[in-house]
């Protein structure tokens, strides 16, 4: 069972020398390696979900808002976890846990599924066809203030153009 602290510390920048020597060539600086350790949290993290006692423990210990809060992460590999993430700790059709489908989730996939990258395009796509209501999709839709406006795609994408 994964442990409390390790969801304290999820998402947050923090450096950790042994997982920064392994890193690509972002460890020229502390940002840049801040980023990759974040990546490989939230891919471990989407590694623990689909077994149900760790899916449990993170839905329990407040997990779910720190999740999402790595959808805004410059790091394409962090925000492919946490959008995997949030598909494992949803339930198709469910309400238990309400804030994985709040609206500005809702929007910020909309935003992803228009995205350059065909991984991010996909499971955007896929989480607002098994996750969401077709009204929370067209709510997300005809919002004028989006709530998801100041969260950017990761880096190295663009929308795609129609």
């Not at 992803?112 to 990258?117: K, Y």
């Not at 795609?153 to 129609?162: G, I, V």
């Amino acid at each position: 069972m994964i442990k409390a602290a390790f969801l304290d510390a999820y998402c947050l920048p923090t450096v950790c020398p042994q997982l920064a020597s392994t890193c690509p060539p972002c460890t020229s600086t502390a940002c840049k390696v801040s980023e990759c350790v974040t990546s490989r949290k939230a891919g471990g993290l989407c590694n623990l979900c689909p077994d149900r006692a760790n899916k449990e423990h993170i839905l329990q210990t407040g997990g779910i808002p720190l999740i999402i809060n790595c959808l805004s992460s410059p790091n394409e590999e962090t925000v492919l976890s946490a959008v995997t993430t949030i598909m494992y700790l949803s339930s198709p059709g469910s309400a238990s846990h309400p804030e994985l489908t709040a609206m500005p989730v809702v929007q910020c996939m909309l935003r992803f599924s228009l995205s350059a990258n065909t991984r991010l395009r996909n499971l955007a796509q896929i989480f607002l066809e098994d996750f969401c209501s077709p009204s929370q999709v067209a709510e997300a839709r005809s919002w004028r203030a989006h709530s998801a406006l100041g969260i950017p795609l990761p880096r190295t994408e663009a929308l795609q153009q129609p």
